[in-house]
């Protein structure tokens, strides 16, 4: 498989639960992020990790947990979460060489918080 | 920091209409600019992407060109189509992170 995959692809869970996101990359990149998409509003950077080293955390709340294990892998690990972090969450990679700061997102895990 | 302004939509067009879709930004050094675009129910992707002053972006019809003196990268295109429906993000990267930071988004809509 190629590109950025992420899953789930739709998660719907309780404000008391915890639930991982995953996200694998196939491209031999050494940089990942974490975005979240919401509604009629613009994307918000969330964490990046360069060579499995957090190297950016946008003031995001604790029960958003990241975790990086290897350069291919990335998790976003939730919990108590609120009604209002329902959102797309997207995972992107990148090269971080030369110029090549193009970065590839994933397709996106829809989260619902009830 | 970084920001990115973005022609408000939503745009509705009828099939082989001309497309522009504004964008300006404010960055500091030498900025990298990108158009990325999402389709309903999918992930970003990007569209096209331009690294210097005067460098033209092209794909698949579509087109930006870096104006360093007018901090603009508007995408055009002379003839839609349907399956050119979707949300378009203009973005720009810069600095040693080259983390990018992304406009608001434009919803097209393209009519038969």
């Known amino acids: 498989e190629t590109g950025v995959t992420q899953t789930p692809r739709h998660l719907v869970m309780g404000m008391t639960n915890k639930k991982s996101l995953k996200c694998e990359q196939h491209l031999g990149h050494n940089a990942m992020y974490w975005y979240k998409q919401s509604a009629k509003k613009p994307l918000e950077l969330m964490f990046v990790y360069n060579f499995k080293e957090q190297t950016e955390n946008n003031s995001v709340p604790s029960r958003f947990s990241p975790e990086c294990p290897n350069s291919s892998h990335l998790f976003l690990h939730l919990h108590t979460l609120q009604p209002e972090d329902s959102a797309l969450y997207l995972c992107?990679?990148?090269?971080?060489?030369?110029?090549?700061?193009?970065?590839?997102f994933g397709p996106g895990t829809r989260l619902t918080v009830l | 920091g970084n920001s990115v302004t973005q022609m408000e939509g939503p745009v509705t067009l009828s099939e082989e209409a001309f497309l522009t879709i504004n964008c300006t930004y404010t960055?500091?050094?030498?900025?990298?600019l990108f158009w990325y675009v999402q389709y309903p129910g999918e992930g970003l992707q990007l569209l096209l992407k331009a690294t210097k002053a005067d460098d033209k972006g092209s794909n698949k019809g579509f087109e930006a060109t870096y104006r360093k003196e007018t901090t603009s990268f508007h995408l055009e295109k002379g003839s839609v189509q349907v399956s050119d429906s979707a949300v378009y993000f203009c973005a720009v990267s810069s600095g040693s992170a080259r983390q990018l930071t992304f406009g608001s988004g434009t919803q097209l809509t393209v009519l038969p």
């Open positions: 960055a500091t050094g030498y900025p990298s």
């Open positions: 992107a990679s990148s090269q971080l060489a030369g110029d090549t700061d193009t970065q590839y």
